[in-house]
Each structure stands twice: as structure tokens, then as C-alpha cells.
């Protein structure tokens, strides 16, 4: 079983960054896929990122456009997305998961664990 934790979430200007984290417990992290998902308010979950349980693959929703970056440290089983650039309509909880498998999946149901989630808001 794997149990996660985000942070860094907050409140930022349009333009600014941020950095979320996501720290895994478990000694099995090297094996999971992992991913970002973000939920706003009245609307479903989606994918933003994900990374191979190597980290050599990773995967970015379209909207991103080149703004975030996903990345691991399986040393410290923690998942990170720095977000740069941030538009007002990136406000949104987000929220990590893990997926037992080597490859990305974009689906939320293919991710068997899930963090609480982080709130971020970007003010215009």
C-alpha cells in the first residue's frame, strides 16, 4: 500500500510558480507510475502529468503547454510538478497518484492511490 502527501500548494499571481510535492510512504514507489490530476469546482477530475516509475517517460495534458514540469526522486519517494506561468484557469485542487504499473496512464480509475490534495489559486 502506498499513502501520499502533497504540499506547496497556495495562492499565486498570474505568471507566478509554484512547486507541489508529493511524498510517497512504501518501499515500492520505483514500481509506481505516478501522476498529477486536478479537480476545480463543479467539474471532473483530469490529468495534468505523469511519470514513469523510472522517470525516464512523462506526459503532459494539452492545456499545459509547455508550463509544467514533472519529475521524480525515487531516492526520497517524492513526485514533484512545478508549475511556471500559471493562468487563472489553472486554479484547481491538485491532487497525486500512483498506478502499479511502468507506463502512464491518463485515466484516473488506472491509479489505484491517491493524496488528499492541494489547493491552488491563481489570482488574475
Known amino acids: 500500500q502506498v499513502q501520499l502527501v502533497e504540499s506547496g500548494g497556495g495562492l499565486v499571481q498570474a505568471g507566478g510558480s509554484l512547486k507541489l510535492s508529493c511524498a510517497a510512504s512504501?518501499?515500492?514507489?520505483?514500481?509506481?507510475?505516478m501522476g498529477w490530476f486536478r479537480q476545480a469546482p463543479g467539474t471532473e477530475r483530469v490529468f495534468v502529468a505523469g511519470i514513469s516509475w523510472s522517470g525516464a517517460f512523462w506526459y503532459y495534458a494539452d492545456f499545459v503547454e509547455g508550463r509544467f514540469i514533472i519529475s521524480r526522486d525515487n531516492a526520497r519517494n517524492t513526485v514533484y510538478l512545478q508549475m511556471n506561468s500559471l493562468k487563472p484557469e489553472d486554479t484547481a485542487v491538485y491532487y497525486c497518484?500512483?498506478?502499479?504499473?511502468?507506463?502512464?496512464?491518463?485515466?484516473?480509475?488506472?491509479?489505484?492511490?491517491w493524496g488528499q490534495g492541494t489547493q491552488v489559486t491563481v489570482s488574475s
Open positions: 497518484a500512483a498506478a502499479p504499473q511502468r507506463s502512464v496512464p491518463r485515466a484516473p480509475d488506472r491509479y489505484d492511490y
Open positions: 512504501g518501499r515500492t514507489f520505483n514500481s509506481y507510475a
